[in-house]
C-alpha cells in the first residue's frame, strides 16, 4: 500500500504530515541502489552473513513464513480502517481480508493452515481496531531523507528510508507508533532503546527542524509501540517512549 495522508478532520482536502520539501531526499532516485533501512540495519546487526545473503546475494525464502504473512494482513486491515473512518466511510475489512489471503489458498497443501492464518489476522486486526482510539495524521507514512551529522552538517551519501505505521499528535508534538504482533508482552525499555523508532523520530526531528527553519536542539521525540499480544486472551499493549 502506497503511503497515505489522513484527511483533515475540520474539512475537505489532504493533511499532509509534514510536507515533503524538494531537498528532503538530494538521493532520490538511488533507492535501487544501497540505502538504510531499519530493517537493513536490524538485519546487519543481528547477523551480518544473514544480511550478505539476503541484500547482496538476493537470497529469498522459497515460502514466506506464516507469521509474517498474518503481520501483513493486520496491518493492511488496520491501515484501511484508519483511513476509511477519515473518509467517514465503511470499510470492507471482510472483502480485504479475503483479497489478501487468495493466492495463499491455492495450494491444498497448505490450505488449512492458511485458513486458521487467516482467522487469526482478521480477530487481531477487529481487536486492535476496537480498542486503539486514534486520530492518526499518517498511515502507512513513507519516507527518504539523508543522514546529517548536526555536529558538523556532514551528509552520509546515501538516503535513510522508511515507512511509519501511524503519526499522530497527542501533545503538540508528532509521535511515530509502530504495530506490532507479539506473542507476549514487550519489555518497558523497548520504545527508548528500539532502531527503528530511532530512525522514525530522526525523520520527525528532520522535518521539525525544516518547518522552524532554524537550528534547534530538538532533544524528545516521542514514539511507541502498539503491540498485539497474541496469547490465549488476545490484548493490546501500549508502550511510549522518546
Not at 196 to 205: P, R
Request: charged share 25%; proline share 8%; aromatic share 8%.
Amino acid at each position: 500500500m502506497q503511503a497515505q495522508e489522513i484527511v483533515s478532520q475540520a474539512g475537505s482536502g489532504i493533511m499532509p504530515f509534514p510536507p515533503l520539501r524538494p531537498d528532503d531526499n538530494p538521493f532520490k532516485g538511488n533507492e535501487a541502489g544501497f540505502y538504510l533501512s531499519k530493517t537493513r540495519m536490524s538485519r546487519y546487526t543481528a547477523c551480518p552473513r544473514s544480511y550478505r545473503l539476503a541484500y547482496q546475494l538476493g537470497v529469498k525464502p522459497i515460502k514466506t513464513p506464516v507469521e509474517l504473512l498474518i503481520g501483513k494482513s493486520i496491518h493492511k486491515l488496520i491501515a484501511e480502517s484508519f483511513l476509511a473512518r477519515a473518509a467517514n466511510m465503511i470499510p470492507d475489512l471482510t472483502g480485504s481480508l479475503d483479497a489478501f489471503w487468495t493466492d495463499e489458498m491455492k495450494a491444498p497443501a497448505t490450505r488449512a493452515e492458511m485458513e486458521q492464518a487467516k482467522r487469526e489476522a482478521g480477530r487481531y486486526a477487529c481487536l486492535f481496531i476496537k480498542e486503539v482510539d486514534l486520530r492518526p495524521l499518517a498511515v502507512e507514512k513513507e519516507f527518504s531523507i539523508p543522514v546529517v551529522n548536526y555536529e558538523n552538517g556532514d551528509i552520509l551519501p546515501v538516503p535513510l528510508v522508511g515507512i511509519i505505521d501511524l503519526v499522530d499528535q497527542p501533545n503538540g508534538t508528532p509521535r511515530a507508533l509502530e504495530i506490532k504482533t507479539r506473542s507476549r508482552k514487550g519489555d518497558d525499555l523497548q520504545p527508548k532503546v528500539s532502531l527503528e523508532l530511532t530512525c522514525y523520530a530522526y525523520w520527525i526531528k528532520s522535518q521539525l527542524l525544516g518547518e522552524l527553519n532554524e537550528d534547534v536542539n530538538i532533544d524528545k521525540i516521542p514514539v511507541g509501540y502498539l503491540n498485539i499480544i497474541k496469547t490465549k486472551t488476545p490484548s493490546i499493549q501500549k508502550q511510549e517512549g522518546f
